[in-house]
């Protein structure tokens, strides 16, 4: 068995790995970090290379080439991924804890969801209305399974109390 000699991390390689990466979909930064590092461990199992550690100055330098050219921006993930997962049903704070496990800040996230303008009551009867159909169960029991499955979704108990205060007319 032949030892291979590592293929050198250039500033090339690790610029067509972002691209890569960034093509498919909008990333946070620490998101986009972290997918550096594993793509840099797959591309050296691919090869039967060992693992090489990305240089810092190497990927700090391809993550201000992706500033610079518009391809990574956390203001505009953060209010792109808002969007999305409030049309998929999920409430406000279920969003929030989501954007806080891919890196984005409190102040970021919290300026993310006040520029949505989602009317998060609307959503949760929305949401409530696929999952339970109408008209929404009024008995205790049913009533509590519509309560914990928005609460699931991240939806505010005043949120969700709203859709019984203005379906009670």
Known sequence: MTDK???PVTFARLLDRATR??????HSEAEFRRKMAQSAARAAMRHDEPA???PEELLEQVVAWCYEHSWLDDVR??????????RKGY????IRMELAQKGIDRELAEAALGEAQIDWAAQALDAAERKFGLPLPQEWKQKSKVLRYLQAKGFFMEDIQSIYRNNDD
């Open 91 to 94: 409430g406000p704070q279920r």
């Open 77 to 86: 993930f953060a209010q792109r991924f808002v969007i999305s997962r409030g």
């Open 21 to 26: 990466i960034l093509a498919m979909r909008d």
């Open 52 to 54: 090489e550690e990305i």
């Open 5 to 7: 000699p590592a293929t």
